[in-house]
């Protein structure tokens, strides 16, 4: 190197250095003026892990409909095959094998936990073999398309914080569910419809309520709340613009009020108040968006015929699962379907048989037709519950009759399509159908995954609340890496 040059390099004085760190200087503030995030604070940019309406790697698929189950359908007569549990039929459930779980208040009192098989058979199908209840029929035919999983088991016992577990990633309540947690990780496809709706069925069976709080914003903005579709003449309440007043006046009266929210904005600096404007242009627009996408009059026969005639009765589970396809295949985020009916203390033989007979064909439809349209491979389906049920009785067994109590050791789900492999069983359960003996997945890992299919790190995706960051999965979960295409 010049010696010269090195001479001035460490002849470099006060003044020369002053004159060089003004300029630098100048270029902060200037960079500060014309992007005012662009210096962040350390404990800010901690706070900036996720950046909304961005995936954080290519998505396998984009869009989820799932079809939960409420009540808790029985693994044991669904799609985990115990023939050594019917052996056993009438004998008391082993101390080793229970290991000290408790019980609900069902059958904690009962001096013996009589073991029950199931009164169904099941048969092989498919390139994987899986074994499959005759009750699901229409199911088996889709076997090679789903992901049966085995291995699932959650924390709670009971019902409501069973279910808001699944649903928020928590027991309490006040919790964003995992479609608002979608709506604000990758927003909606259309901006006409909601990213994120409900629609709800009722069994024959004992169900289970279904709250709003299942599709609760949580402490997100409300725009990212759950919009619930009813069965009635108008899917989504006060919708319609009240007699007298036409789309021009709606128009004129949104805008007027639009002006006051932003000039009460500008006074209480609220983003609750920006909400409030997106929800009510999200309502106009929906005025149009919501008639022309629930129509079915324009089905074919082959379609309804697929789905079942139910299809055409609002409210039933098919109509449900048919709406579920024109709102997905209209991009709409998140779908979510409640099927209640599922709660099988007692008369469990009966019962399951119509709940099933209420969804196995619709479901198998959904896949089909999604497939069919070349969606599928798009859109992650999930059928399943919010827990298992026991492989003992509660109370007596009589013939042909017996009831089975809640279970969250184990218990089995079904996904399809979203890139999920297709006809493959993950994970397996003792003999006995009691414990997992392979690859258990806890609720957490699950949500993990589901996230990771749509291009979302659950790690990554939080919100900061009342000091504290939080997610879907908590402080827990990995992503089932094995079930991934």
């Known amino acids: 190197m010049n010696r010269e040059i090195i001479e001035n390099a460490l002849n470099y004085n006060r003044r020369r250095f002053l004159s060089k760190l003004s300029l630098g200087l100048g270029s902060v503030a200037l960079g500060s003026l014309l992007i005012p995030d662009l210096f962040k604070g350390s404990s800010e940019e901690a706070d900036s892990l996720f950046t ?28 985990d095959y115990k023939p050594k549990l019917r052996e056993m039929t009438g004998q008391d459930l082993p101390a080793s094998v229970r290991g000290g779980q408790r019980l609900t208040g069902f059958t904690a009192n ?5 073991m029950v098989g199931s009164f169904t058979d099941f048969k092989q199908y498919g390139q ?21 999983v085995r291995s699932m088991h959650t924390e709670a016992i009971n019902h409501d914080p069973a279910i808001t577990f699944f649903q928020t990633g928590a027991q309490q309540g006040n919790r964003p569910s995992m479609g608002s947690w979608l709506s604000y990780g990758l927003g909606s496809e259309n901006k006409n419809l909601p990213a994120f709706t409900v629609l709800i069925s009722r069994g024959k069976g004992n169900s289970q309520g279904v709250y709003s709080k299942l599709w609760s914003n949580g402490f997100l903005d409300s725009i990212h709340q759950g919009v619930q579709f009813s069965s009635g003449e108008d899917p989504v309440l006060y919708l319609k613009d009240p007699e007298g007043m ?25 983003p609750e108040i920006n909400s409030k404007i997106r929800q009510y242009e999200m309502a106009y627009r929906m005025q149009t968006a919501v008639p022309e996408t629930l129509d079915i009059s324009r089905e074919p026969d082959g379609i309804i015929k697929m789905y079942g005639t139910d299809c055409l009765t609002p409210g039933t589970f098919a109509a449900n699962c048919l709406l579920a396809r024109k709102l997905s295949e209209s991009g709409v985020r998140f779908v979510q379907l409640y099927h209640q009916g599922w709660d099988q203390h007692g008369d469990l033989p009966r019962d399951i048989a119509g709940q099933a007979m209420d969804v196995d064909r619709a479901s198998a439809a959904l896949v089909t037709d999604l497939k069919q349209r070349g969606l599928l491979d798009e859109t992650l389906v999930i059928w399943g519950g919010e827990f298992g049920r026991t492989n003992f009785s509660q109370g007596p067994i009589t013939k042909d009759n017996y009831g089975r109590d809640h279970h969250p050791r184990c218990f089995s789900i079904w996904m399809a399509g979203g890139g999920i492999k297709p006809g493959i069983v993950y994970g397996e359960t003792d003999e006995l159908g009691y414990n997992i003996v392979r690859d258990p997945v806890h609720v957490h890992d699950f949500h993990a995954t589901v996230l990771h299919q749509l291009g979302l790190d659950h790690e990554k995706l939080v919100f900061k609340h009342l000091g504290r960051r939080f997610r879907l999965t908590d402080v827990a979960g990995s992503v089932v890496k094995d079930i991934i295409a």
């Not at 009962?110 to 009589?114: A, D, G, H, R, T």
């Not at 699901?136 to 889709?142: E, G």
Request: include cysteine; aromatic fraction near 8%.
């Open 128 to 148: 994987s073999r899986a074994w499959i209840s005759d009750l699901f029929p229409h199911t088996a035919k889709i076997v090679d398309d789903i992901c049966i």
């Open 110 to 114: 009962q001096s013996i936990l009589p």
């Open 246 to 270: 036409d789309k021009t006046d709606r128009r004129k009266m949104l805008d007027r009020l639009s002006t006051l929210n932003e000039l009460a904005y500008q006074e209480l600096g609220d």
């Open 52 to 79: 909304p309406g961005i995936p954080g790697f290519a998505p396998k698929a984009k869009r989820v409909i799932y079809l939960f189950q409420n009540g808790a359908p029985s693994q044991l007569e669904s799609f």
